[in-house]
């Protein structure tokens, strides 16, 4: 894609033996060229400085095109495919009941899959256990139990989700493995944007 950018060019006939010291051009006003007499318009020229013994300069106008790219945005929650015969199935019910089955690789994660198939889990944080906004709700407290244990950071960002239950797990820290192949989990109804950073000031203040 491209753009018009109008540019002002301009030449002069000089005297004989005449010589010309000029700088890099720079975008200024007519009245900034020095040495010649006009009648400014309150245009934009391109001006050279100590231009001496320039008589009857002449302005045109001509338009240069410059280039720019635009990026692709960059997708939250991409996943590589699995290979076939290694797929695990997780199923993900939103907050209208609806359910949402998708076959996974090993080694992803609830808030990763759930971005990447563009449920409504925010994750705020950017998935570094840092707020409770991809709260999830395991169904099978035998699926919570084959979990690893949450840590304390996790267990912290916990104790701030909107309807906490026995078995609530943040989305950014539930890994797919073989042992949870067919995961069923829950979406809140709603979750509270509260980040660790958010008390970081009052622990520092008291």
């Not at 391109?46 to 997708?75: E, M």
Request: glycine share 10%; net charge negative.
């Amino acid at each position: 894609m491209s753009i018009a950018r109008p540019v002002l060019r301009f030449s002069c006939h000089f005297l004989p033996r005449s010589r010309v010291v000029t700088t890099a051009p720079q975008i200024g006003t007519i009245s900034q060229i020095k040495g010649w007499t006009h009648n400014s318009t309150g245009g934009a020229a391109i001006g050279y400085t100590s231009v001496p013994k320039c008589t009857n300069p002449t302005f045109t106008f001509s338009r240069t095109r410059r280039r720019f790219s635009v990026l692709a945005p960059l997708q939250h929650g991409h996943l590589t495919p699995p290979k076939p015969g290694e797929e695990l199935h997780v199923t993900f019910i939103d907050k209208e009941g609806d359910e949402h089955k998708f076959e996974v690789a090993s080694g992803d994660n609830l808030l990763d899959i759930a971005q990447s198939e563009e449920l409504e889990m925010e994750g705020a944080c950017g998935g570094s256990c840092a707020c409770s906004t991809c709260h999830v709700i395991v169904e099978s407290q035998d699926h919570y139990d084959l979990m690893p244990e949450p840590d304390d950071d996790e267990n912290d960002m916990l104790d701030l989700a909107f309807g906490l239950t026995e078995t609530s797990r943040l989305g950014c820290q539930v890994k797919m493995a073989k042992e949870l192949d067919g995961l069923r989990v829950r979406l809140p109804s709603m979750t509270r944007n509260l980040q660790k950073s958010d008390f970081e000031g009052g622990k520092k203040g008291g």
